[in-house]
């Protein structure tokens, strides 16, 4: 079945470092690709997407590149934030059903 | 438009009673989805409702849970006689009808702790 596999955490980070979390995932056909982002006591949030092999999805500094070939969709900003502290989720839906897969989650503590 | 709206937001049940939580779509979506997230854990997939029909509930334990979308009103993830291993937070998220794949939002989630 559909999997996704996140690096573990915690990552701890200074401010304005360069943050990486690796994502790969498993699955039949070309899924779209999602990070979702949960800040403290909150929900989650869409925070980028790709919907088909070598689309980047962008969204406030983040960026991650659909890679078909490596089966991977690495999460990256080049200057974290005190603000970006937060568990970031790699996930894919299946169409057949509309649920989402999730990694097990990254979390971030940036300090200053 | 508001959001996806849970409650109550924390919950405090004794073994063996009963928790029920709530979960107001946004609006015009028709689609309800429920993740739990046990924790220092990912979120696990449970049941995607829609309107009156249970779509897919590969995820639901098969024992004292059970999940409603009923025509009028919200949706509602019911659990009997908890234990202390349901205590979690439980994520309701929506979308909207149609289409390949629907972006779902989530809501801020019902924290449940079973003493």
């Known amino acids: 079945g559909d999997s996704v596999t996140q690096m573990e955490g915690p990552v701890t980070l200074s401010e304005e470092a360069f943050l990486t979390i690796n994502c790969t995932y498993t699955a039949t056909g070309y899924p779209s690709l999602f990070w979702y982002v949960q800040y403290p006591g909150e929900g989650l949030q869409l925070l980028l997407k790709?919907?088909?092999?070598?689309d980047k999805g962008s969204n406030k500094g983040f960026e991650a590149t659909y890679r078909k070939e490596t089966t991977s969709f690495h999460l990256e900003k080049g200057s974290v934030q005190v603000s970006d502290s937060a568990v970031y989720f790699c996930?894919?839906?299946?169409?057949?059903?509309?649920?989402?897969?999730f990694g097990g989650g990254t979390r971030v503590l940036v300090k200053p | 438009n508001a959001g996806v709206m849970q409650n109550p937001r924390h919950l405090v049940r004794r073994r063996g009673q009963e928790a029920r939580l709530r979960c107001s779509p946004m609006?015009?979506?028709?689609?309800v989805y429920w993740y739990r997230q046990l924790p220092e854990e990912g979120l696990k997939f449970m049941v995607y409702?829609?309107?009156?029909?249970?779509?897919?509930e590969s995820g639901m334990p098969k024992e004292r849970f059970s999940a409603e979308f009923p025509k009028e009103g919200p949706s509602i993830l019911r659990i009997q006689q908890v234990v202390r291993g349901d205590s979690a937070a439980y994520f309701c998220?929506?979308?909207?009808?149609?289409?390949?794949?629907?972006?779902?939002?989530f809501g801020p989630g019902t924290r449940l702790t079973v003493l």
């Open positions: 996930a894919l839906p299946k169409a057949a059903g509309n649920k989402l897969t």
């Open positions: 998220a929506s979308s909207p009808p149609g289409g390949f794949y629907n972006e779902q939002f």
């Open positions: 790709a919907t088909k092999a070598d």
């Open positions: 409702l829609q309107k009156e029909n249970i779509i897919d």
């Open positions: 609006k015009g979506h028709s689609h």
